[in-house]
């Protein structure tokens, strides 16, 4: 009867409502924008400074399989700033910034500031022949603060870095409801495993 009871709290605890997960506040893979020079249609950003293109199969495809992608520096001598529409509330906590980026694949060296307010900023050089690669940034928010996500590319040759798959996240650190089942199994198990071992 006792087991009975023990596997019904279990299940109580399986089929418990999800906790609260990370949240995402930002993802794009510009899958979905149109393929041209010094573009500004973007869903999620402006870009108030410069220029940049929107690139991908059949358009200038320098790094075939991302679907379509940002080249910073777009075609005007004007190195563009993408920064996103939204104006991100930062309460203190934690954050991840996940981003794709490649060298120009033209011949030569690229710098971009990335910033999220004041909260982060750093800057970036990669090298032309730089294959598209994950940037993870853990972002530890101390006081509450507002700001856009902002890729700000130097210089202006119209040959920029790459950019694709930007997420930006809110990590609430609380465990996922898998892992607390997880957890709930072991124990249970550990439970009726002594319990044999008595009988
Ligand atoms: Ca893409
Ligand atoms: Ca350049």
Partial sequence: MKRLFTIAALCAIC????????????????NTETLALNYTGFANWNVPDGTVDVIG??????????????DLDGSTSNAGRLESKTVFTLDPGDYRLDFLLAGSQRGDTNTVGVS????????????????????????TVAAGTT?????????????????DDVTLTQVTGTPEPGSLAFVAFGAVGLVLARRRGRV
């Fill in 15 to 30: 089929s418990a409502g999800p906790a609260a997960a990370d949240v995402v506040l930002l993802a794009d893979d510009f």
């Fill in 57 to 70: 199969p059949g358009f200038f495809d320098l790094q075939p399989g991302h679907g379509r992608y940002v």
């Fill in 116 to 139: 999220l307010g004041s909260a982060y900023t750093e800057s970036f050089t990669l090298p032309s022949a730089a294959p598209f690669a994950l940037v993870t940034r853990n972002i």
């Fill in 147 to 163: 700001g856009r996500l902002v890729f700000d590319h130097v210089g202006g040759d119209n040959l920029g870095l790459l950019l």
